[in-house]
C-alpha cells in the first residue's frame, strides 16, 4: 500500500477491507482462493526494512519521501502517503515491512522503488505500520509461517517484471489481512520472520 499517485487512487486504497469475499483474479474465499494467495505471496519479496531518513515532499502533501535500508548495498528511495497518519519524527529511524520486487514508479516526480505495507481500517481514516518484530534482521525476507510442522518452501522470489505479468501482489493482497490480535496474515496463514510474526496496532484489518 501507500504508493499513491492521485487522491482518487489514495481513496480506493483505503477502501480496501479486510472482510473482501473476493480477489482481483476473481478467487474466492474458498479453499482454492487461499491455495492461490498463498501461492503467490511466495513469490513477493516482503522484506524487513529500516527507515534511514525522511523528508516531506515538496509538492505532494499527502507524501513522504524515504531512505530505507532493506539490506541491500544502498538504501531504497521510497514514496509514501503517510503524513495524514504519521509525523515526521514518527516517521525517522522506525522498522517497516517494504514490498520490493515491483517495478519503480514516479510519484509526483519523485522515483519510488517499492512501497511499505501498512493495515488499514475499514473506513480508511486509521493507518498504521505493518511492523516486523524485535530481533528481526534488515533485509530478511518475511515469509509464510510452517504449518503442522511442515516448512513452507521458500522459492526465490519473482521478477518485478513477472510480478506486474502474473498480477502476483493483486493476488497475495486480495487475501492479507491482520487478525484480532493484530498478527499479520495471508489467507489465515501469518507473516513470519526469524524473530516471530509481523503485527500492525489496527486489528482485523486490511493489509495494503
Not at 62 to 71: P, Q, T
Not at 133 to 155: I, K
Amino acid at each position: 500500500m501507500l504508493r499513491w499517485s492521485s487522491a482518487k487512487r489514495w481513496q480506493a486504497r483505503t477502501r480496501c477491507s479486510a472482510r473482501r469475499s473476493c480477489s482481483s483474479d476473481g478467487s474466492d474465499g474458498s479453499d482454492g482462493g487461499d491455495a492461490k494467495a498463498l501461492a503467490a505471496f511466495s513469490q513477493v519479496d516482503v522484506r524487513v526494512g529500516f527507515i534511514q531518513r525522511a523528508w516531506e515532499h515538496e509538492e505532494a502533501d499527502r507524501l513522504y519521501c524515504e531512505e530505507i535500508d532493506c539490506g541491500e548495498d544502498a538504501p531504497r528511495e521510497i514514496a509514501s502517503g503517510l503524513r495524514a497518519h504519521y509525523g515526521l519524527a514518527e516517521m525517522q529511524g522506525r522498522r517497516c515491512l517494504l514490498l520490493a520486487n515491483i517495478k519503480p514508479a514516479k510519484l509526483a516526480g519523485f522515483p519510488s522503488k517499492g512501497m511499505v505495507l501498512c493495515a488499514v481500517s475499514d473506513c480508511g481514516t486509521e493507518v498504521e505500520f505493518v511492523e516486523p518484530p524485535l530481533g528481526a534482521e534488515v533485509g530478511e525476507r518475511v515469509v509464510l509461517e510452517e504449518a503442522q510442522g511442515v516448512p513452507c518452501m521458500l522459492e526465490p522470489p519473482a521478477s518485478a517484471g513477472q510480478m506486474k505479468k502474473h498480477k502476483h501482489w493483486n493476488v497475495a493482497q486480495a487475501h492479507l489481512a491482520t487478525d484480532g490480535s493484530g498478527i499479520a496474515m495471508c489467507a489465515g496463514v501469518r507473516l513470519v520472520t526469524s524473530a516471530g510474526p509481523c503485527t500492525s496496532g489496527i486489528l482485523n484489518a486490511a493489509i495494503c
